[in-house]
């Protein structure tokens, strides 16, 4: 499996709590813009990034590139990730996951568990 972060923050954590998670997973970091497109030609196969809100620097592109029905807001300030919502979305197919950068302890471990467990 091959994730790229992308999102404005917390890029270096995200890759070493993915890693942590599961060495075996191939990552790599990029501009979120490169990164949308990593995921629109099928280099990678699902986007993570954080921001400030979750759902601005860390999706607005991904959302213009690939489209909303792909993209998925796990965390915004003052609303923590919810598991359920995150296996659902994995299983209604979504690949981009933006997030707030002091949820992605929670958020991290929340997705790749997601898709791993994938229907």
Known sequence: MK???GGQMEKK???RM???FDPSIETTIKSDVE????LKTGQVDYYLGACHTGGG???AMAIAIIGRNQCETVSM???QPVEEKVIE???EGKKAFGFTGDHANQAVPMILRAI???N
């Open 89 to 91: 979305a994995v299983n």
């Open 116 to 118: 791993k467990n994938k």
């Open 57 to 59: 620097g860390a999706l």
């Open 35 to 38: 990164a949308a497109m990593a």
């Open 13 to 15: 954590e995200i890759e």
């Open 3 to 5: 994730i790229v972060v």
């Open 18 to 20: 993915i890693k942590e």
């Open 77 to 79: 300030p003052g609303k």
